[in-house]
T-cell receptor
Framework: KAGVTQTPRYLIKTRGQQVTLSCSPI?????VSWYQQTPGQGLQFLFE???????NKGNFPGRFSGRQFSNSRSEMNVSTLELGDSALYLC????????????FGPGTRLTVL | SQQGEEDPQALSIQEGENATMNCSYK?????LQWYRQNSGRGLVHLIL?????REKHSGRLRVTLDTSKKSSSLLITASRAADTASYFC?????????????FGQGTRLTINP
């Protein structure tokens, strides 16, 4: 099976812009989770979607949102970008979701200038 | 505060030596997982150990779990240069009424040739 794919791999934006990241899970996986990784805060959970419904949410402001489509593909949106949003955004999929084994994509490196 | 915390934060050893990393956590768990991350890439699942298991092996990896001490260790035997990576433990935790997978800050392992 093909692994988790994320697009784009690299992104440069300026403050105030918005960005949409995409994640395609492993075929058959219904759960997609998103994480933000920074040197200072480490890996932080953003949200989890399961069968098109948000099942869990981390402690991030409302500027961070996501959705999942009927084919399990997921998108994450960040509006009004801030410098502190610069990070590696990781998507992970699993057949039934947390707390089972997560299969991670390569990540999207977002730089906010 | 972190549910899972790794120790040490960084470890540098010679190729062929064994590497041991520790993880401590705060609340009761159903399972504990270890992941590896090569620089700037996605995480790769290594091993999952359930709360009723004490030890688990996978190739050169050995994981132990002591639920009474709320701690786990990951042992990599006969280390290789390719083992250079960051290693994270992840525990399931009930946060704000929802089950989430919480990652520690990681141990950065360097294998010197």
């Amino acid at each position: 099976k093909a692994g988790v794919t994320q697009t784009p791999r690299y992104l440069i934006k300026t403050r105030g812009q918005q960005v949409t990241l995409s994640c395609s899970p492993i075929s058959g996986h219904r759960s997609v989770s998103w994480y933000q990784q920074t040197p200072g805060q480490g890996l932080q959970f953003l949200f989890e979607y399961f069968s098109e419904t948000q099942r869990n949410k981390g402690n991030f402001p409302g500027r961070f949102s996501g959705r999942q489509f009927s084919n399990s593909r997921s998108e994450m949106n960040v509006s009004t970008l801030e410098l502190g949003d610069s990070a590696l955004y990781l998507c992970a999929s699993s057949p039934s979701g947390t707390p089972d084994t997560q299969y991670f994509g390569p990540g999207t490196r977002l730089t906010v200038l | 505060s972190q549910q899972g915390e790794e120790d040490p934060q960084a470890l540098s050893i010679q190729e062929g030596e064994n590497a041991t990393m520790n993880c401590s956590y705060k609340t009761s768990i159903n399972n504990l997982q270890w992941y590896r991350q090569n620089s700037g890439r996605g995480l790769v699942h290594l091993i999952l150990i359930r709360s009723n298991e004490r030890e688990k092996h996978s190739g050169r990896l050995r994981v132990t779990l002591d639920t009474s001490k709320k701690s786990s260790s990951l042992l990599i035997t006969a280390s290789r240069a390719a083992d250079t990576a960051s290693y994270f433990c992840a525990t399931d935790a009930i946060i704000q009424g929802a089950q989430k997978l919480v990652f520690g800050q990681g141990t950065r392992l360097t294998i010197n040739p």
